[in-house]
C-alpha cells in the first residue's frame, strides 16, 4: 500500500538519524569544499528533528514494555504492503529514503500503536455490541433533514396518515434515497454512522424512530424488515477481526491520532519518563501531556487572563474616578 509506506518514510528516515556512530570527529561525508563530521551530523539531526525522534523511541519504549510485536506479525505486515507493490518495492523504499531494515522498525511502531489502540480505545462492551448486532441485517428506510423541528414536523405528519415515501420525497435532502421514498435496502452493522446505526438496531420493525441526531442532520428511520446473517462465528473468534474493523473506523474518521496521542501521554507519565536535555524538555513536556490536561490548562490560562484584564478595567476605572474627584 502506497500510502502505508510514504506514510512511515518520515518515521524511519528520522529514527536512522540518530544512528551515526564513531568519534565526535570522524568525517562522515567528505568533499572538496568541506567535511561533516558526526558531531555537525548529529548537532543539525537534532536541531530538525530531535523532537519527533524522541517522540518515537518513548512511543516505542511505553508501547514495547505493555504490547508484543512478534517477527511474524512484522514481515506479515511487510510482505502484504511488498507484494502491493510488486516488482516496484525496493525501488519505492529506495526512493522514499528508506531500507528494508528501516520500513520493518516503522511497521513495528505502528503495529505497536495498533495493539494499544485495540485493546484502550474500543471498549470490551462496544466489541459485544457490534458482536450481536453483525448477527442480523436490516432493511429500511429514513428521510434526512437539517434541523430537530422539521424531523419532529415529519414524525407528525407520517403519523397523522402521510405515506412516509411520500414525506421523503417531500423533506429529505438524501440525494440519493429520497426519490426513492427514503429506501436504503438491505445494510449490516458498520454500515452506517454510529448515532443512525445503534438507533436503527433498537428500532422495533415498522415503527417510526425519534430524530436521530448525526453529522449529516437528523434521520427519521423505519426498519421495515430483519433477516438473520449467516456463518457468524463464535465471539472469541470474531472478536479481533471486529476490533480491526473499528480500528479502521477510528482510523478513517481521524479519531485515533488523538485516541493514541493521549494513550502515550498516560502511559508515559506512569513510566515517569523525563529529560535532562533542554532542548527536548518542552516537547516531551508536551507529549506527555493529556488533551484533557491541555484543555484544562488552556482554560486556567483563559481564566488568568480574564481576570487580569478585568483587573486592570477596574483599576483604571478607579484611577478615573479619583482624577475626576480631584
Known amino acids: 500500500m502506497k500510502k502505508t509506506v510514504l506514510s512511515l ?3 524511519a528516515s528520522v529514527l536512522a538519524l540518530g544512528a551515526c556512530s564513531g568519534g565526535d570527529s570522524k568525517a562522515i561525508v567528505t568533499s572538496k569544499v568541506g567535511d561533516i563530521s558526526v558531531a555537525d551530523f548529529n548537532e543539525k539531526a537534532k536541531a530538525l528533528t ?3 525522534v524522541m517522540q518515537q523511541l518513548v512511543t516505542e519504549k ?4 505493555k504490547y508484543e510485536v512478534t517477527d511474524k506479525e512484522i514481515k506479515e505486515a511487510y510482505d502484504t504492503t511488498a507484494s502491493q507493490f510488486g516488482e516496484g518495492f525496493t525501488q519505492a523504499l529506495a526512493e522514499s529514503g528508506l531500507t528494508e531494515q528501516g520500513f520493518k522498525d516503522s511497521l513495528r511502531v505502528q503495529l505497536l500503536q495498533e495493539k494499544a489502540l485495540k ?3 474500543i471498549k470490551e462492551e462496544d466489541v459485544k455490541k457490534y458482536y450481536e448486532q453483525m448477527k442480523t441485517e436490516l432493511n429500511g428506510r429514513h428521510i434526512l ?3 430537530e423541528k422539521t424531523a419532529k414536523e415529519v414524525i407528525e405528519k407520517i403519523k397523522g396518515g402521510a405515506k412516509f415515501e411520500d414525506a421523503a420525497k417531500e423533506y429529505s435532502t438524501d440525494t440519493g434515497s429520497a426519490q426513492k421514498g427514503g429506501e436504503l435496502g438491505w445494510f449490516s452493522v458498520g454500515a452506517m454512522v454510529d448515532e443512525f446505526n445503534d438507533a436503527a438496531y433498537a428500532l422495533e420493525l415498522n415503527t417510526l424512530s425519534e430524530p436521530v441526531k448525526s453529522s449529516f442532520g437528523y434521520h427519521v428511520i423505519e426498519i421495515t424488515e430483519k433477516r438473520d446473517v449467516k456463518d457468524v462465528g463464535a465471539f472469541k473468534d470474531e472478536e479481533e477481526n471486529i476490533r480491526s474493523t473499528m480500528l479502521n473506523k477510528l482510523n478513517q474518521t481521524g479519531e485515533a491520532q488523538a485516541i ?3 494513550i502515550i501521554a498516560k502511559m508515559a507519565k506512569d513510566a515517569n519518563v523525563k529529560t535532562s536535555d533542554k532542548d527536548l524538555k518542552d516537547s516531551l513536556e508536551f507529549f506527555t501531556t493529556t488533551s484533557e490536561e491541555q484543555a484544562k490548562a488552556a482554560e486556567e490560562a483563559a481564566k488568568k487572563a480574564e481576570d487580569k484584564a478585568a483587573k486592570e478595567d477596574s483599576e483604571d476605572k478607579a484611577e478615573d474616578t479619583d482624577k475626576e474627584s480631584k
Do not use: E, F, R
Not at 62 to 65: G, H, P, S, T
Open 62 to 65: 511505553v508501547l514495547a514494555d
Open 260 to 262: 493514541l496521542k493521549d
Open 145 to 147: 433533514v437539517a434541523d
Open 119 to 121: 485493546d484502550q480505545a
Open 50 to 52: 530531535g523532537s519527533y
Open 9 to 11: 518514510t518520515l518515521a
